[in-house]
């Protein structure tokens, strides 16, 4: 498979469209309507679709994983938004140590898990395999 990507985009879905709205506001993403129940949102290269569309069973098993360069200052910048106290069903975890890195967890107001984190060195090198070139 001859494939170039440009980016991964996943669709996540919300209970309450116009408060998931808001909440990815909150957490410093920019946002591009694309119709009326669904919107991009981004951060740099990183993006995702939130639409209007609520599975309890989906939405509870989403997950999204965040590397990021600087995990306890994204933490402290998390908690600084006091958004476990905007946002009814939010919570913020605090950093787990684990042998391939480090994480926080994030919960939405719908219940998506967010693990955001940082890989240690041996663990970013992803091995190709024999069809990638």
């Known amino acids: 498979m ?8 996943p669709f996540i879905g919300a209970k309450n469209y116009q408060t998931s709205r808001s909440f990815y506001l909150d957490l410093g993403f920019k946002e ?39 995990l306890e200052n994204t933490l402290v910048s998390i908690q600084r938004l006091k958004l476990t106290d905007k946002y009814e069903n939010v919570r913020l975890s605090k950093i787990v140590q684990n042998d391939w890195g480090n994480e926080f967890f994030l919960h939405d ?8 984190g940082t890989f240690k060195t041996q663990t970013k090198q992803v091995k190709k395999q024999p069809d990638e070139a």
Do not use: C
């Not at 107001?109 to 955001?116: E, K, M, V």
């Open 109 to 116: 107001p719908s219940g998506i898990l967010w693990h955001i």
């Open 2 to 9: 001859n494939i170039t990507s440009k980016s991964i985009r």
């Open 32 to 70: 591009v309507p694309t119709s009326r129940k669904m919107s991009y949102f981004y951060k740099g290269a990183f993006g995702f679709y939130l639409q209007e569309a609520y599975v309890k069973d989906w939405v509870d098993n989403s997950m999204i994983f965040l590397e990021v360069e600087h």
